[in-house]
């Protein structure tokens, strides 16, 4: 079935306009109880926004007084840079630890198994009070050849804060879950990709940061916000340490103070919330950027056999242990391609 | 850069001998998967300049064939080498030495691929996918690499393309592309594994006419196909595999009207 003739020419010649029937005007179906319903839960909503107001237990006034207490500013952003540490330091390992479950050596895949294994396994709390008590483990951290003379030792209590042993204790312990989120997204790049950029003559190296990488974004990037807005409040929980100038353990001893704790557990909430907002947008705008070639963006509208052979993806979340904070992503290879598009989507979230 | 004259000398080697040296030649080639034998002694030769086509039933070796070639798969028997250069290994005093990963991968580089499935790379622009490897692998500069890509976006009938994504591309247009960017490389031989088998039946010319002025333009192929009337008119030879094994090759003309084994006159009977 070939075929002699030079290419063939890009358009082919417009048909004459069809008859047209006029668009239909139908009156639209009605939908009460729906109307009934929603007028319900607004209802509601009001009332119970209404009578928050006025409870005394609110203490509004404090609440104002207390939001932009330069102490509870300080400790949010204490929490901010706890957050950003961590997941930093979270994703450098957990790309680490999700190239090393692909590798072929049995050794490092069992190595990051393990690691895998104990973070999640145990909670992050736990976590946290090990490394509070690290000083009292370890004594002291030598460099050097083991088993001969140390070049460098230091005092585990001089060189490691309880800032910088928060900062581990979170990361460590994400940086597993990341691991996961990661070899999800590096297995749901089609294998005919890595074939490609193969026999062009690309290296691993190449392969992975400009072929592989960039497409497993799109699959990490939405569970990966997730996780950085899970972190924002795990935070909360590094007076295990014990450390105690993050947003929630420092309104909680303001709140010790001045005998008043509810207030104090507003203000914590209003500044949470207000940078999980911050962190829900940009997620959302981070997920449009690696969409890129896969949206129904096009540089023109014309229409014309769209048999286009992208592989989709589809995420969904499952839990698994540890903490009830775990997004796991499922490859599912060849699928409709979608934009992610909603940042009120379930990915997009707060949990 | 130590490519650069490694290339030279290597182009002066195989210039001197190119009358005897075939651009493929396989030898007793075979293949396992674990116990699976999928290649049991291939033994062929594609001249320079020469376009042959491999046909046969699905699961009897072809893509692992072509994939061989380009040291995607690793030979377990025999002597495969492209342009008189031994796929995938080393020889010195009678002793085989495995190539390392960076001398794989420059065999490959002159070696162009097309695949069923196209495997353009969805986040990339057409443009951007074809100037992929000449930028990164070779290293040329940018404004010279974007040059000859839009020159061969022409070629392929696709310049007012060069801004698309794949997935706004039609399965024609987008196996266009990847030939484009296989061409980029200035590959010496370019195999093609099924490149219309994914297509709209009305989609398969334009992607075989393409394939077409490249064979008259000189370029050694191997195209593992099922489109007999691009064997018969384009192909200098033909193979037709079963199981595994060259069953029996020839000129096109002779092997498709007056096929000698069974096997290959009920394969025949199927597809024509
Ligand atoms: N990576 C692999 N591992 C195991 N078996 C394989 C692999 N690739 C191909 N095969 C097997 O080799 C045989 C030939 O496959 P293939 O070369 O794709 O055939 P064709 O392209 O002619 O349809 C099939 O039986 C297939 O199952
Ligand atoms: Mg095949």
Known sequence: ?????????????????????????AIRLRHPGRMVFATLLVLLFVVFILDAAARPAFDWPSVGKYVFDQRISMAAFVT??????SMV??????????????????VVKSLAWFYLWVFRGTPVYVQLVFWGLISIIYQDISVGI????????????????????AVIGLALNEAAYLAEIVRAGLLSVDKGQDEAATALGMSWAQTMRRIIIPQAMRVVIPPTGNEVISMLKTTSLVTAVPFSFDLFTRSRDISAETFNVIPMLVVASIWYLFFTSILMVGQYFLEKRFA????????????????GAATGTVTGLIPTIGGGQATVVLPVPPAAPEAADDPTSPEGGVR | ????????????????????????????????????????????????????????????????????????EVVSAGR??????????????????????????RQRRDIGMVFQRFNLFPHMTALANIMEAPQRVKGLPKAQVEKSARELLARVGLADRADYYPAHLSGGQQQRVAIARALAMEPKLMLFDE???????????????????????????????????FAREVADSLVFMDAGVVVESGHPDAVLSNPQHGRTQAFLSKVL
Not at chain 1, 2 to 16: C, F, I, Y
Not at chain 2, 83 to 88: A, H, K, S, T, Y
């Open chain 2, 80 to 105: 495969l080498s492209v342009d008189g250069d031994l796929v995938g290994y080393r020889e010195a005093n009678g002793k085989l030495y495995e190539l390392a990963p960076r001398e794989a991968a």
């Open chain 2, 1 to 72: 850069m130590t490519d650069a004259t490694d290339q030279n000398s290597r182009a002066a080697a195989s210039a001197s001998t190119a009358k005897q040296v075939p651009m493929v030649l396989a030898e007793m080639v075979s293949k396992s998967f674990g116990s699976n034998e999928v290649l049991k002694s291939i033994s062929l030769e594609v001249k320079r300049g020469e376009v042959m086509c491999l046909v046969g039933p699905s699961g009897s070796g072809k893509s692992t064939f072509l994939r061989c070639i380009n040291h995607l």
């Open chain 1, 1 to 25: 079935m070939s075929s002699t003739k030079p290419n063939r020419p890009a358009a082919p010649q417009a048909l004459p306009e069809p008859a047209r029937a006029a668009a239909i005007k």
């Open chain 1, 80 to 85: 901010l840079q706890l957050t950003v540490y």
């Open chain 1, 146 to 165: 083991p088993f001969t003379e140390p070049w460098l030792v230091f005092e585990t209590d001089a060189v490691l804060s309880t800032f910088a042993l």
């Open chain 2, 195 to 229: 490149p219309t088998s994914a297509l709209d039946p009305e989609l398969v010319g334009e992607v075989l006419d393409v394939m077409q002025g490249l064979a008259a333009s000189g370029m050694t192929m191997i195209v593992v196909t099922h489109e007999m009337g």
């Open chain 1, 89 to 106: 330091i979270a994703i450098v390992l957990g790309v680490i630890l999700a190239v090393m479950r692909l590798s072929p050596n049995p």
């Open chain 1, 292 to 307: 890129r070639g896969v949206g129904d963006r096009r540089p023109d509208r014309k229409a014309d056999g769209l048999t």
